[in-house]
């Protein structure tokens, strides 16, 4: 029997996506359109409107007077600084022109976070938060916005390979590099008037290569990095890192937590860092007017931990004090008690590390902290054993060593209201891949994408992919294992195929 | 999701992006491009590079490029007509993609000809160097057997087998882009499937039938 619907699919299926061109030639086109549009179209549902001679001629035209004028209308614009004045508004009304804008970058301090955080001024207004890093998986990470309502900007930090940003549609900002920025990562940031403005974040960035093409989307992400958490009366958790305040010196660990292993991300582009512990003390002497709050952490590099980490961004050696560095903006997301802003942030080199603390009220108070604390040695061996299921989970998963595959964790939890058996995370290669075992028929499990194909030579297991155009890579396969599923996601298709094959599913409490 | 740390107060908005921001819907986008022309480019970030590989699929790459944004342009100005109820815009469009395509079923037929007469090894002026790259990446006698069976298919029916086998769309999806009855869908693709049945069945690589005009 001929399975003609197979020979159809397979046949110039080897068509490749619309290039760069043909993409910025329609969407040229298209906003000509736009352009001329005068009020909202009236449905004609019963006309047959592609024989209309109307359309022809329209569509005629508009192919004709399109041409290769792409470049022309799209317009692009060189990124502002991270610090800057606003350009004059030439539309008039209100303008932030005459504030000026700063925005500061620190890296994020909480164990196990691996990403930056952004202190921004406007006019006298400060905000922050804290964001991820660039990486294989997304070369862009949102940073902040700031302005007013009728004006302000957005800013972006890239990929050393990101030349170019393209927001939805609309305008393409030609990225830069920042002394404020961290090494190896360059900056977008662009000034949006009225509607712009207020309908950021609403649509899609896409990076651009230096020929302006789309870079390509790699199916990859950051596993979660294992910390254990304390608060006192208990005393710090032991992890991969420590930190000791000398006793009767006015220094008392509040809570904090730290890594159970330092485990590298190799998805992470540029020079990133990472935390390895975190800890809150209440500095209870020196500290007129109540209580003072002081955050310190060890940051690693975070691609090759225990290799010298990188400068820090944005921050100015303390005079009288070389070895001290200092910014007068920092913010951190720690535990419960001290997320915030927490005003300036200081750092010294300890090894291989960056030993920093944020807070307090004064920089000498920082100083202090930073020359009081010891740092104790840190273990960066893998974890001796390897991760396990939790006790009581019900299902487990072993795996046979394959090389470039590392084992994450595993975790049990409930998703979309349906237990998860078990979840393991892996590196394998570069990338990240995450295992799920759920119970119940495959079909309940099955992602809305395209139509699942079975994998052939390979038995009750079954592929599909996610919405190809924003993400031509994006694939989960899965096998039916009796009354369970194993699916994993992330990776590339036969990375994926290659970690089922290789997983074994332990059923511990069969229903 | 926002979450701002800072003051908003006095009309000031600061603040920074620490989440994904949810992407409205197809539905959305185009209900806001009708007070909001602009929104509709969102649409076609969405959908353009399916819109036009099935268009390169069907006719090559270089007839795609204007097909597809001719597409596009006809959707704005048709985005009236889209059912707000529609999860997802892509069937409408290529419903839209399809009608555009149907002033170049000449070009089709042409193509598919080439491919099943010449084979992956020929040449011609209507096989460019792209076309016969992608030929080879068939199997060579598989391309041949396919585009000669295409060949033969009403312009109806490979429609709604292409939608169906490179679209993957639904049989509801393909009645909703065509504006057909959903039975009208299953007899068309019943038909073109035993048609292609009958002709694979067939060992010998033949010609295809000399491209016919079609009345429409």
């Known amino acids: 029997m001929i399975d003609d619907l197979e020979l159809v699919r397979r046949f110039r299926s080897e068509v490749p996506n619309p290039d760069g061109p043909a993409w910025a030639k329609a969407r040229t086109l298209l906003l000509r359109a736009i352009d001329v549009h005068e ?204 930190l000791r305040a000398p006793e009767n010196r006015g220094l008392r660990p509040l809570s904090g937590s730290v890594l159970q292993a330092v485990v590298p991300d190799p998805a992470l582009l540029g020079h990133v860092f990472l935390s390895c512990i975190d800890t809150a003390y209440e500095l209870s002497a020196g500290s007129p007017g109540g209580r003072t709050v002081i955050v310190a ?30 910014s007068v903006s920092g913010l951190t997301a720690t535990v419960d008690d001290t997320s915030g802003e927490l005003g300036g942030l200081s750092a010294r080199r300890v090894g291989n590390a960056w030993l920093v603390v944020a807070g307090g009220t004064t920089l000498q108070q920082r100083i202090r902290v930073l020359n009081e604390l010891r740092v104790g040695s840190i273990d960066l061996r893998p974890p001796t054993v390897p991760p396990s299921a939790p006790a009581g989970a019900n299902c487990s998963i072993t795996f046979r060593p394959l090389p470039a595959l590392t084992e994450v964790s595993q975790t049990t939890h409930t998703a979309n209201g349906q ?26 499990q099955r992602p809305a994408a395209s139509p699942p194909h079975a994998v052939s030579g390979h038995p009750h297991t079954f592929t599909t992919r996610f919405d190809p155009t924003r993400y031509p890579d994006l694939y989960t396969t899965w096998r039916e294992i009796g009354k369970t599923t194993l699916a994993v996601n992330g990776g590339t298709r036969s990375e994926q195929l290659t970690l089922i094959d290789d997983i074994t599913l332990h059923l511990n409490n069969p229903q | 999701m926002r979450n701002v740390f800072g003051s908003a107060d006095n009309g ?48 090559g790459k270089g007839r795609a490029d204007d097909l597809a944004a001719q597409t596009f342009v006809v959707a704005f100005d048709r985005r009236g007509t889209f059912s707000a109820a529609a999860a997802s815009a892509r069937p409408w469009l290529f419903g839209i993609a399809t009608n555009v395509l149907r ?105 295809p039938c000399p491209p016919r005009e079609e009345s429409r």
């Open chain 1, 39 to 242: 009020g909202p179209p009236q449905p004609r549902r019963q006309r047959r409107w592609w024989h209309s001679r109307r359309f022809l001629a329209c569509g005629l035209a508009v192919l004709i007077g399109g041409g290769s004028a792409a470049a022309a209308v799209i317009s692009s614009e060189r990124s502002q600084p991270l610090s800057g004045q606003f350009p004059a508004n030439p539309g008039g009304g209100q303008s932030i022109g005459r504030s000026g804008y700063t925005i500061s970058v620190t890296p994020q301090l909480q164990a196990g976070s691996i990403g930056w955080c952004d202190q921004v001024a406007v006019g006298g207004h400060t905000g922050a938060s804290c964001a991820g890093t660039p990486a294989l998986g997304d070369p862009i990470a949102d940073g902040g916005s700031g302005g007013f309502s009728s004006q302000g900007y957005e800013y972006m930090l890239t990929s050393s390979q990101v030349a170019a940003v393209r927001i939805g549609s609309g305008p393409i900002v030609l990225t830069r590099r920042d002394p404020g920025a961290p090494a190896g990562l360059r900056v977008a940031v662009i000034v949006l008037r009225g509607k712009a403005f207020r309908q950021r974040g609403l649509y899609p960035r896409t990076a651009l290569n230096a020929s302006g093409h789309p870079i390509a989307f790699l199916n990859s992400s950051s596993a979660p990095e294992p910390t254990l958490s304390w608060k006192s009366p208990m005393g710090p958790a032991r992890g991969a890192c420590s």
């Open chain 1, 419 to 444: 237990p998860v058996c078990i979840q393991a995370s892996f590196y394998y290669q570069h990338r990240l891949l995450t295992a799920t075992v759920v119970a119940g028929p495959a079909r309940a």
């Open chain 1, 297 to 326: 952490a060890l940051l690693l590099d975070a691609k090759h931990p225990g290799t010298p980490v990188a400068p820090m961004p944005g921050m100015q050696r303390v005079a009288g004090d070389p070895a001290v560095l200092n």
């Open chain 2, 12 to 59: 000031v908005v600061v603040g920074a992006d620490i989440a994904p921001v949810r992407e409205p819907s197809d539905a959305v986008l185009i209900a806001r491009s009708l007070a909001e022309p602009d929104a509709f480019s969102a649409v076609f970030d969405r959908h353009f590079a399916v819109i036009h590989r099935y268009l390169a699929r069907r006719v």
């Open chain 2, 103 to 207: 002033n170049e079923l000449r070009s089709e037929r042409r193509m598919l000809a080439a491919i099943a007469r010449l084979g992956p090894a020929g040449s011609g002026d209507l096989v460019d160097e792209v076309e016969r790259t992608l030929a080879r990446a068939d199997a060579a006698e598989d391309a041949a057997r396919v585009a000669g069976a295409l060949a033969r298919l009403d312009s109806d029916q490979r429609d709604v087998l292409l939608l169906h086998a490179w679209g993957e769309l639904s049989n509801q999806e393909i009645a909703d882009a065509l504006i057909i009855p959903a039975g009208t869908v299953r007899s068309r693709l019943a038909r073109a499937r035993a048609t292609l049945q009958r002709t694979l069945a067939d060992d010998s690589v033949e010609a």
